[in-house]
């Protein structure tokens, strides 16, 4: 079956800009989560949805920052007023029930502030 | 607050040989531990997934043991080929919040 897929592959913006990342999880996963990878290090947590809601957003960096879900499917990270430090892959996961579930990863959208 | 370091940070060696990777972690306080493959451009692969009361797992060529009370994981590669050629991450799922913690990876070359 497919897997999650995440628009677009790469984006390069402008400081200042505003950008929208979009994630399409496996198709009756429940849960969806993003992270952030910078180069050389390991995904950092920032958001995780449980059905529409989001159960934790203890990772997301500031208010610049914000995700929805609202239809319990396809997910939105949207940032504002992008600085260069948001470079980064951003990844986007699903799991067919809760947290603790193996979690399936997408290829990622890989963010440029030029 | 939680840290997961791996050893080596990267790693060559010759097809064929069997090879460890090594994971370790600050608190024990963890629901499971993950072991995840990356490869250029692609999004991560969960390889194994051992629960906290658990001591290993195995899928084909792969096993992967934990030592919860001295914070240590290991990843072990039977007979590598150049297809295992990849970054290996592992990742603690914390008791406390459920977020995941990852390790920065091992970057694993396997020479034909």
């Known amino acids: 079956g497919a897997g999650v897929s995440q628009t677009p592959s790469n984006k390069v913006t402008e400081k200042g800009k505003y950008v929208e990342l979009r994630c399409d999880p496996i198709?009756?996963?429940?849960?969806l989560y993003w992270y952030r990878q910078s180069l050389g290090q390991g995904p950092e947590f920032l958001i995780y949805?449980?059905?529409?809601?989001?159960?934790?957003d203890s990772g997301l960096p500031n208010d610049r920052f914000f995700a929805v879900r609202p239809e319990g499917s396809v997910s939105t990270l949207k940032i504002q007023r992008t600085e260069r430090g948001d470079s980064a892959v951003y990844l986007c996961?699903?799991?067919?029930?809760?947290?603790?579930?193996?979690?399936?990863f997408g290829p990622g959208t890989r963010l440029t502030v030029l | 607050k939680q840290e997961v370091t791996q050893i080596p940070a990267a790693l060559s060696v010759p097809e064929g040989e069997n090879l460890v990777l090594n994971c370790s972690f600050t608190?024990?306080?963890?629901?499971?531990l993950q072991w995840f493959r990356q490869d250029p451009g692609k999004g991560l692969t969960s390889l194994l997934l051992?629960?906290?009361s658990q001591r290993e797992q195995t899928s084909g060529r792969l096993n992967a043991s934990l030592d919860k009370s001295s914070g240590r994981s290991t990843l072990y590669i039977a007979a590598s080929q150049p297809g295992d050629s990849a970054t290996y991450l592992c990742?603690?799922?914390?008791?406390?919040?459920?977020?995941?913690?990852w390790g920065a990876g091992t970057k694993l070359i396997i020479k034909p």
């Open positions: 996961a699903s799991s067919p029930q809760g947290i603790t579930d193996t979690q399936y």
């Open positions: 608190d024990s306080a963890i629901y499971n």
């Open positions: 949805f449980q059905g529409t809601g989001a159960a934790d």
């Open positions: 990742a603690v799922l914390m008791d406390s919040n459920y977020q995941l913690i």
């Open positions: 198709s009756g996963h429940t849960a």
């Open positions: 051992i629960q906290s």
